[in-house]
């Protein structure tokens, strides 16, 4: 079973070889091929985590390596999606490194499979986690986005329509982030009262989440109050991202409490 997250783990690498060469040196036909060798990881890497869950008997999120997994398959994920529907080509530079570097911190981490946690034997554990990879998969976009921009920007090699395509898209991930981190924190307060009989514990992840969660509202709030757009968002867009990979690793690593577990 190993065998499939490492053969997805290679495969990732190899597109990123890819995409990199074909964007360096102009050749379309090393890109489409990197998108090619990324879809195959990405199937490989789905049915890592199937058969997984199958092992384990329940969904493989219960801890570092299964959740940094899943965050890593979030973000290809989210990359296919915006590819196949919206044409955003030139996200794959960004975003297959981010998927790989993920991976990477993955494989470096205990994947023994282990039983639940009576504390995690919960209804709301799939909408907890669940919510939770697809929250910080899409800050990371979000984040590779405004990478984008202001390479483009720097190169001068976009126009404004791709330029403004790219600010949209780094907003509505934003968004999209942002809503499944607010049924993050609501659905660990009601799971809270019911493992521990209190809606919050001030627990280092508790308190990083909500830290995380301000300031993505911060963020939303320039760009809807304020207007703001740009090189500005962009910005602001990358440099939060760290908050978000501090409230999975660091936390976990630096801060033991009740969530150290996950």
């Given at each position: 079973?190993?065998?499939?997250?490492?053969?997805?783990?290679?495969?990732?690498?190899v597109?990123v070889?890819?995409?990199?060469?074909?964007?360096a040196?102009?050749?379309?036909?090393?890109?489409?091929?990197?998108?090619?060798?990324?879809?195959?990881?990405?199937?490989?890497?789905?049915?890592?985590?199937?058969?997984?869950?199958?092992?384990?008997?329940?969904?493989?999120?219960?801890?570092?390596?299964?959740?940094?997994?899943a965050?890593?398959?979030?973000?290809?994920?989210?990359?296919?999606?915006?590819?196949?529907?919206?044409?955003?080509?030139?996200l794959?530079?960004?975003?297959?490194?981010?998927?790989?570097?993920?991976?990477?911190?993955?494989?470096?981490?205990?994947?023994?499979?282990?039983?639940?946690?009576?504390a995690?034997?919960?209804?709301?554990?799939?909408?907890?986690?669940?919510?939770?990879?697809?929250?910080?998969?899409?800050f990371?976009?979000?984040?590779?986005?405004g990478?984008?921009?202001?390479?483009?920007?720097?190169?001068?090699?976009?126009?404004?329509?791709?330029?403004?395509?790219?600010?949209?898209?780094?907003?509505?991930?934003?968004a999209?982030?942002?809503?499944?981190?607010?049924?993050?924190?609501?659905?660990?307060?009601?799971?809270?009262?019911?493992?521990?009989?209190?809606?919050?514990?001030?627990?280092?992840?508790?308190?990083w989440?909500?830290?995380?969660?301000?300031?993505?509202?911060?963020?939303?709030?320039?760009?809807?109050?304020?207007?703001r757009?740009?090189?500005?968002?962009?910005?602001?867009?990358?440099?939060?991202?760290?908050?978000?990979?501090?409230?999975?690793?660091?936390?976990n690593?630096?801060?033991?409490?009740?969530?150290?577990?996950?």
């Amino acid at each position: 079973m190993k065998e499939m997250f490492f053969i997805a783990l290679v495969m990732y690498g190899v597109a990123v070889i890819l995409e990199f060469t074909g964007t360096a040196f102009k050749k379309d036909r090393l890109l489409k091929f990197a998108l090619y060798v990324f879809w195959a990881a990405f199937a490989v890497h789905t049915g890592f985590i199937i058969v997984r869950g199958v092992a384990a008997k329940r969904l493989p999120l219960s801890n570092q390596f299964e959740f940094a997994n899943a965050f890593a398959w979030g973000v290809a994920l989210m990359l296919i999606v915006m590819r196949r529907k919206l044409k955003t080509d030139w996200l794959s530079v960004v975003a297959m490194p981010a998927t790989l570097l993920v991976m990477t911190y993955a494989a470096l981490q205990p994947m023994e499979i282990k039983d639940l946690m009576p504390a995690l034997r919960s209804a709301w554990f799939g909408v907890h986690i669940g919510s939770a990879v697809l929250s910080y998969a899409a800050f990371v976009i979000a984040g590779s986005i405004g990478l984008r921009y202001l390479l483009a920007v720097k190169k001068g090699n976009a126009d404004k329509k791709a330029l403004d395509q790219m600010d949209y898209l780094s907003y509505r991930m934003v968004a999209f982030g942002f809503l499944f981190l607010t049924v993050v924190i609501l659905s660990g307060a009601i799971w809270a009262e019911q493992a521990w009989s209190a809606f919050w514990t001030w627990d280092p992840k508790e308190v990083w989440a909500l830290i995380t969660w301000i300031i993505y509202a911060v963020y939303l709030h320039l760009r809807l109050r304020r207007k703001r757009s740009g090189k500005v968002m962009a910005w602001f867009a990358i440099i939060a991202v760290p908050v978000v990979l501090f409230t999975f690793v660091g936390v976990n690593t630096l801060m033991p409490g009740l969530h150290s577990y996950g």
